[in-house]
């Protein structure tokens, strides 16, 4: 039987007496909440996602959330940050992370001044209240971001496209449309017509 010596380091620093790793969790709005797909609402719903938003608002371990979140997904993509975290939708995080092309300030709507979305992420970050037109402009830079796509309407090129991708015999006004831009192709190098 081999006994095995381990050795003691003493350090010269105070003890650690914080609560480590997750014991703030403990306390956050979201874990006693009854509903935890509040803060997964779908994009479109932007009233659940307030609710969301104004819930984690309230939270007392807000600023240690959203730290938690950013440390998490740190230089990530937009497409894999999910739900509501520290009050923050994932576009907004996405926006606010310093370690993105938009939170280095390219590829995103950064304007100075309060009533821009710069302004409302800077509030974020320093835990300052957000005030309406900054919300206004995070709320419109948001939409742009998560616009639906128009669908193709009859009398255009693109309405034509549909057709033929439907499988569908294409209507006269699609078909005229599509030759029109074929023309200016061939003629100018471009579909869209002359102002």
């Known amino acids: 039987m081999s006994t095995t ?11 650690d007496t914080l609560h ?3 014991a703030w969790q403990d306390r956050a709005v979201c874990r006693t909440a009854p509903d935890d797909d509040l803060w997964f609402a779908e994009p479109s719903n932007k009233a659940t996602i307030r609710e969301a938003i104004t819930a984690c608002l309230s939270c007392p371990v807000l600023l240690l959330c ?31 992370d310093p370690h993105t092309q938009a ?13 821009t979305t710069k302004a409302y992420y800077r509030h974020l970050q320093t ?10 402009a995070s709320d419109a830079y948001e939409q742009q971001l998560t616009a639906p796509r128009l669908p193709a309407a009859c009398g255009t090129r693109s309405g034509y496209q549909k057709h033929k991708r439907l ?10 449309a599509n030759a029109g831009a074929d023309r200016r192709l061939r003629n100018t190098g471009t579909t869209t017509a002359a102002a």
């Open 66 to 96: 959203r730290q938690a979140a950013a440390d998490e997904e740190r230089g990530h993509g937009k497409q894999t940050r999910y739900g509501i975290r520290g009050g923050l939708t994932p576009t907004q995080r996405w926006a606010a």
């Open 167 to 176: 499988g569908e015999t294409a209507c006269d006004p699609c078909r005229q």
């Open 103 to 115: 939170g280095k300030g390219k590829g995103g709507r950064r304007l100075a001044g309060c009533g």
């Open 20 to 22: 480590t790793g997750s």
């Open 5 to 15: 010596l381990f050795k003691v380091s003493r350090s010269h620093s105070a003890p």
């Open 127 to 136: 835990g300052e209240p957000i005030d309406p037109a900054c919300q206004a």
